[in-house]
């Protein structure tokens, strides 16, 4: 059986506005992202697999991507245009910037880092 190479997938937590067809946007919770894809979960409206959603986060809108899996209240979709992993880190550092205080001025920074080649980056679920 082949081995699947996918791209590394960072660990983070971002509230994002998804809208699908002919419905309201609902918020999300983006766990986890890569410059394909990203893992999201939602408490009230989970889209089914094959779906087109919609994405509004950290300054970026218009975000389109299928949606691949739904496992629970999570769900995984790929996106149709490679996501900016630099933008997304430096807008989460924006955001959070007041937290970083009460944390000792440490600030989140692994969508800033330069990412391992592909074949070196074990295979994750989210």
Not at 43 to 57: A, T
Request: with cysteine; aromatic share 4%; hydrophobic share 40%.
């Amino acid at each position: 059986m082949a081995r699947v190479t996918r791209a590394p997938r960072h660990r983070t937590l971002m509230r994002a506005m998804m809208t699908l067809p002919g419905l309201d946007g609902t918020p999300v919770m983006i766990r986890n992202v890569s410059e394909q894809g990203m893992c999201l979960a939602s408490k009230d409206l989970l889209p089914c697999c094959g779906e087109v959603i919609e994405l509004d986060l950290a300054g970026t809108f218009g975000l389109k991507g299928e949606v691949r899996w739904v496992e629970g209240r999570e769900f995984g979709v790929q996106l149709s245009a490679p996501l900016d992993l630099h933008g997304i880190g430096l807008a989460n550092q924006r955001r959070n910037g007041n937290m970083a205080g009460t944390l000792g001025g440490q600030v989140e920074n692994r969508l800033l880092r330069a990412t391992p080649k592909a074949e070196s980056a074990p295979l994750y679920a989210c």
